[in-house]
């Protein structure tokens, strides 16, 4: 591990015991002038690379190009006729940080529950109002959320929250504070070919699903 860290800090010019002494920020602060203070930016050119030598080196688009997702209404149109809405998470909610907090009570106080936000025509179609709590299926699984009506989203698109858990719930298998409940991850794909040629990230968001009201 410490000989992975130090090949990553090698074009730093500082080694991993020089670095992990280091303050998180430095005396003087961050200094946003990298150009003068080294003549150059960290690039095979030594300028700002909007063309990227590095990619084309290695054999991808050196423009930024779209790539349409692994599953979605253009690449997987027939899993979209029964998984309509493309569903997209991942926005920061500022009581929390990724999955941690939610044991916290002034701050679960301010958001207790997870929300999926639907646009009101696509709520009304699917006869689901504002305050309900509805499914997020897909071929891999489904999770609960509570559905919060807004036009801030369009209408072919759910937004749904990530990093749930309830420390209310039992600890013990198989419950693990009710992770399996509302945790988007239910649904997102390890498949490699989802993956992106380039970077080898997975497309954790958008994927395709259906919502639908939770019935008693």
């Not at 209404?73 to 899993?79: A, K, N, R, Y």
């Not at 709520?123 to 489904?142: H, M, S």
């Amino acid at each position: 591990m410490e000989e992975n860290i130090e090949f990553r800090l090698k074009p730093s010019g500082i080694t991993w015991e020089q670095f992990r002494k280091r303050p998180w920020v430095t005396p003087g602060g961050i200094s946003e002038k990298h150009y003068e203070k080294w003549g150059a930016f960290p690039t095979p050119s030594g300028k700002v690379e909007l063309y990227s030598s590095i990619y084309k080196e290695l054999g991808y688009d050196p423009l930024p190009y779209w790539d349409e997702p692994a599953e979605s209404p253009v690449s997987t149109p027939d899993l979209a006729k029964e998984y309509p809405l493309i569903m997209m998470n991942g926005a920061r909610i500022q009581q929390y940080l990724h999955s941690q907090f939610r044991d916290i009570r002034s701050l679960r106080s301010k958001v207790p529950d997870p929300l999926v936000e639907i646009h009101p025509e696509t709520a009304k179609n699917l006869g689901i109002k504002d305050g309900d709590w509805v499914w997020i299926e897909n071929q891999r699984g489904r999770v609960k959320q509570r559905c919060e009506v807004t036009d801030i989203v369009d209408p072919r698109v759910v937004h749904a929250s990530y990093g749930w858990w309830f420390p209310e719930k039992p600890a013990a298998e198989p419950s693990l504070f009710g992770v399996w409940e509302s945790n988007i991850n239910v649904l997102t794909s390890l498949n490699p070919d989802h993956q992106d040629k380039a970077a080898g990230g997975w497309y954790l968001s958008p994927m395709l699903c259906k919502v639908y009201k939770v019935e008693d």
